[in-house]
């Protein structure tokens, strides 16, 4: 089925550990974005790509890198997990100019970080 | 400033009423779009619907209906006849023309229907 994938789904990672989470998509969009989601918080945006070789820093960057090698992948890495980095991640699609219509989410990545 | 408001965090009602949950959002865009999303136990994003700031029609799907009003900067969302599997927790989102397609999301009100 065409959509947004992301692995791993569940992860447990000791405190200092790093880590990254792939997300890929097979819609040939354009923008991709990682969030987070916390406990009475919404999702928030984390980083997000407008292009492959480009990204930008969103909502809450601090402590995460991404990169965009390929159009269809948008990975999402942890330097030195913290215990505050555990919550659920969700990655995104979209193309531009189509006022979001297919803005697509994965199903999500639960890190737990202790 | 939150640009997205989710005042109820919790509401439960009993199968069959009807329940509405309230969105009050922010902008200063002439052009944007709202959206409602479900998320059931099971963790995944529903995409329910998408609206676009010039299009204030009043929209109906089954049991659901959502009503946006660019006066009050609303864009609450009704569930008719609520049912047991309509428990979620359900997110209203912004986006701006002007930012971009980032989405801001509202916190979330959580509906616990109760058979």
């Known amino acids: 089925n065409a959509g947004v994938t992301q692995t791993p789904k569940f992860r447990v990672l000791k405190t200092g550990q790093s880590m990254t989470l792939l997300c890929a998509q097979d819609?040939?969009?354009?923008?991709m974005y990682w969030y987070r989601q916390d406990p009475g918080m919404g999702l928030r945006l984390i980083h997000y790509?407008?292009?492959?070789?480009?990204?930008a820093k969103g909502e809450v960057p601090d402590g995460y890198n991404v990169s965009r090698l390929k159009k269809q992948n948008f990975l999402l890495g942890l330097e030195s997990a913290a215990p505050s980095q555990t919550s659920v991640y969700f990655c995104?699609?979209?193309?531009?100019?189509?006022?979001?219509?297919?803005?697509?989410f994965g199903s999500g990545t639960r890190l737990t970080v202790v | 400033a939150q640009k997205v408001t989710q005042a109820q965090t919790e509401i439960s009602v009993v199968e069959k009423e009807d329940v509405t949950l309230d969105c009050v959002y922010e902008t200063r865009d002439t052009t944007y779009y709202l959206f409602w999303y479900k998320q059931p136990p099971s963790g995944e994003l529903v995409f329910l619907i998408r609206r676009n700031s010039f299009d204030e029609q009043n929209e109906i799907s089954g049991r659901y209906s959502w009503n946006f009003q660019k006066s009050t900067s609303s864009f609450n969302f009704t569930i008719t006849a609520s049912q047991v599997v309509d428990s979620a927790v359900y997110f209203c989102?912004?986006?701006?023309?002007?930012?971009?397609?980032?989405?801001?999301f509202g916190t979330g009100t959580s509906l616990t229907v109760i058979p």
């Open positions: 819609m040939n969009h354009e923008y």
């Open positions: 989102a912004l986006s701006e023309a002007r930012t971009g397609n980032q989405f801001y």
């Open positions: 790509s407008v292009g492959e070789g480009t990204t």
């Open positions: 995104a699609s979209s193309s531009p100019g189509t006022g979001n219509y297919g803005y697509t």
